[in-house]
């Protein structure tokens, strides 16, 4: 078992950068992957993180703008966001599988969910 809390999240103009934290509780050494859902929408994967954090992996919306990255140590995974648009705006979750997913991007695979943190982006 694992409990993921997310945090960071917040209102910033469009162009500006946040930091997102999912901290995990409990066993570690976990896949860790960042999914987000707007208002009315399905939730979409955002990326991953393999738990020695040696791969990762990003949707292609956010490719070049997010980057994903986790400190052991610390039991915590980070999603930089530069460059933000107002499309990003969502609610940002963070999960965890004990194994990379067959279909990652899917997020019926992940059995662990934080309870999601939220980032507006205004124009």
């Known amino acids: 078992q694992v409990q993921l809390v997310e945090s960071g999240g917040g209102l910033v103009q469009a162009g500006g950068s946040l930091r997102l934290s999912c901290a995990a509780s409990?066993?570690?050494?976990?896949?860790m992957a960042w999914f987000r859902q707007a208002p009315g929408k399905e939730r979409d994967f955002v990326a991953f993180?393999?738990?020695?954090?040696?791969?990762?992996y990003y949707a292609e919306s956010i490719k070049g703008r997010f980057t994903i990255s986790r400190d052991n140590a610390k039991n915590t995974v980070y999603l930089q966001m530069n460059s933000l648009k107002p499309e990003d705006t969502a609610d940002y979750y963070c999960?965890?599988?004990?194994?990379?997913?067959?279909?990652?991007?899917?997020?019926?695979?992940?059995?662990?969910w934080g309870q999601g943190t939220q980032v507006t982006v205004s124009s």
């Open positions: 999960a965890a599988s004990s194994f990379i997913p067959t279909n990652p991007i899917n997020p019926d695979p992940w059995p662990y």
């Open positions: 409990g066993r570690t050494n976990y896949t």
């Open positions: 993180i393999s738990a020695s954090g040696s791969s990762t």
